[in-house]
């Protein structure tokens, strides 16, 4: 099943530090049997990449834990459950979530630290209030929300590229090219093929002061229903090899078909196909077309600054 939310994991994570854990990590197997979470489910990660959803849960549901008083932490990744939270099990409740450890003392004044006692910043509050009625822990609330910002840029960056003109697009290309660092060097130099006669080649990106080590690009503007086949890629590597080229990159706002991908194993060139919705995710990561609007920085203990020193 999938892995559930952190509050459902709160009292199965008490409950596997009483039998012993004493970290996060070791309390996963124990959820994952105990869920029956699939292996494949265990290792999903995080839209950050960092971090599997059941680490972070189970992390959270630590925390919660830790704030009512339910657990302790004698050194740094070690936990231990409290009398406290022995005396919570012995209770054996059916469940255990924020409203339950809102009868704890220290977790409520913990929530309350997140409160302004400005009453003009009162309707503030529930955004920063660390208590997501979800259930969904508040790191994972905000990737999931600039998930939803990014995928909806990516459309809005796709749809203005249907509209560009084919000169504008060509140029646009280059300049992704340039911030992704090719021919970025001393000797780089970009440049644009005549819009007539240029032989299936949209522009060249030159790395090196004799033109030895050169980029062909393809650069069309297609239809999203309209994948580029391969007949395109066929010409396009034609084209390459009338140059005397071996590396090459073809873009479109489309997509490729499988028999144009297919076809790239059985040829010797370098080329590297990109489709619209890759084409955008650059875009966005390399700057080019977009702005930063606004920035939010998350930050973390450093563990390695608290460390004991050595000796």
């Given at each position: 099943?999938?892995?559930?939310?952190?509050?459902?994991?709160?009292?199965?994570?008490?409950?596997?530090?009483?039998?012993g854990?004493?970290?996060?990590?070791?309390?996963l197997p124990?959820?994952?049997?105990?869920?029956?979470?699939s292996?494949?489910e265990?290792?999903?990660?995080?839209?950050?990449?960092?971090?599997?959803?059941?680490?972070?849960?189970?992390?959270?549901?630590?925390?919660?834990l830790?704030?009512?008083g339910?657990?302790?932490?004698?050194?740094?990744?070690?936990?231990?459950?409290?009398?406290?939270?022995?005396?919570v099990l012995?209770?054996?409740?059916?469940?255990i979530?924020?409203?339950y450890?809102d009868r704890?003392p220290?977790?409520?004044?913990?929530?309350?630290t997140f409160?302004s006692?400005?009453a003009d910043?009162?309707?503030r509050?529930?955004a920063?209030?660390?208590?997501?009625?979800?259930?969904?822990?508040?790191?994972?609330?905000?990737?999931?929300?600039?998930?939803?910002?990014?995928?909806a840029?990516?459309?809005?960056?796709l749809?203005?590229?249907?509209?560009?003109?084919?000169?504008?697009?060509e140029?646009?290309?280059?300049?992704?090219?340039?911030?992704?660092?090719?021919?970025?060097?001393?000797?780089?130099k970009?440049?644009?093929?005549k819009?007539?006669g240029?032989?299936?080649?949209?522009?060249i990106i030159?790395?090196?002061a004799?033109?030895?080590?050169?980029?062909y690009?393809?650069?069309?503007?297609?239809?999203?229903e309209?994948?580029v086949g391969?007949?395109?890629?066929?010409?396009?590597?034609?084209s390459?090899?009338g140059?005397?080229a071996?590396k090459?990159?073809?873009v479109?706002?489309s997509?490729f078909?499988a028999e144009a991908?297919g076809?790239?194993?059985?040829?010797q060139?370098?080329?590297?196909?990109?489709?619209g919705?890759?084409?955008?995710?650059?875009?966005?990561?390399?700057?080019?077309?977009?702005?930063?609007r606004v920035a939010?920085?998350?930050?973390?203990?450093?563990?390695d600054?608290?460390?004991?020193?050595?000796?």
């Amino acid at each position: 099943m999938p892995v559930p939310d952190f509050q459902t994991l709160m009292l199965p994570v008490l409950r596997a530090f009483d039998s012993g854990a004493e970290t996060v990590g070791e309390c996963l197997p124990i959820l994952q049997k105990m869920f029956d979470i699939s292996e494949e489910e265990a290792a999903e990660l995080l839209p950050s990449g960092t971090m599997t959803y059941l680490r972070n849960r189970a992390g959270w549901a630590r925390t919660y834990l830790a704030k009512a008083g339910l657990l302790s932490s004698p050194r740094r990744g070690v936990h231990r459950i409290t009398e406290l939270g022995r005396k919570v099990l012995a209770d054996r409740p059916e469940r255990i979530d924020i409203k339950y450890l809102d009868r704890f003392p220290e977790f409520s004044e913990w929530r309350q630290t997140f409160k302004s006692e400005d009453a003009d910043l009162t309707a503030r509050t529930a955004a920063v209030d660390p208590t997501p009625v979800s259930g969904v822990p508040p790191d994972e609330l905000i990737q999931s929300a600039f998930s939803e910002i990014e995928k909806a840029l990516e459309d809005d960056l796709l749809d203005r590229l249907q509209s560009m003109h084919p000169v504008r697009f060509e140029r646009l290309i280059l300049d992704l090219l340039k911030a992704m660092g090719y021919g970025a060097g001393t000797f780089g130099k970009h440049e644009m093929t005549k819009a007539s006669g240029d032989g299936g080649i949209d522009g060249i990106i030159h790395e090196d002061a004799l033109g030895l080590d050169a980029v062909y690009i393809q650069a069309k503007r297609y239809q999203v229903e309209t994948k580029v086949g391969r007949p395109a890629i066929q010409q396009f590597i034609g084209s390459l090899t009338g140059e005397g080229a071996t590396k090459g990159v073809f873009v479109t706002t489309s997509d490729f078909s499988a028999e144009a991908q297919g076809y790239l194993a059985k040829v010797q060139h370098r080329v590297k196909l990109i489709g619209g919705r890759e084409l955008a995710r650059l875009m966005i990561r390399h700057g080019v077309g977009v702005r930063d609007r606004v920035a939010y920085v998350i930050r973390s203990v450093d563990e390695d600054y608290f460390a004991d020193p050595e000796g």
